[in-house]
């Protein structure tokens, strides 16, 4: 099976995103509890499927952003006990660190952004399908 250039980005692109979920379980995981019917950390075949944390990214075409098109990343905590404020910023600030070294590692040839939106991250710059 050949894969298009499109799939073949959003493989890397997941692979990073599995980088930074992986990262993050590690540091926070132990701290909460899980939504009843959330399954534990590695017990599906896509990460962002189970354990405390889900991120993942979807293409836009950033007609109401000020960034324009590109992929906005979503972090989400499937956690039973509240997360305070305090913390969630935390995590955010992890999640775009890890992020940052994550999509220069997958893609080093490349020249992407991230910027901070609020309660996500957007991913902007070299899209191209061409490389």
Do not use: C
């Not at 132990?30 to 991120?55: C, I």
């Not at 305090?86 to 220069?104: F, S």
């Amino acid at each position: 099976m050949t894969l298009t250039p499109l799939e073949k980005w959003e493989r890397r692109l997941r692979q990073a995103l599995d980088k930074v979920d992986a990262a993050l379980e590690d540091k926070y995981g132990a701290h909460f509890r899980l939504r009843p019917n959330r399954p534990e950390r590695g017990t599906t075949a896509n990460a962002k499927y189970d354990g405390l944390f889900s991120v993942d990214a979807k293409f836009t075409m950033g007609y109401t952003s000020e960034f324009g098109a590109g992929y906005v990343v979503e972090l989400r905590a499937a956690s039973s006990q509240p997360i305070s404020d305090r913390q969630r910023e935390a995590m955010l600030n992890d999640a775009g660190e890890l992020l940052v070294e994550a999509l220069a590692e997958a893609f080093p040839e490349r020249r992407l952004e991230l910027h901070r939106d609020g309660s996500h991250y957007r991913l902007t710059g070299d899209l191209g399908l061409s490389h």
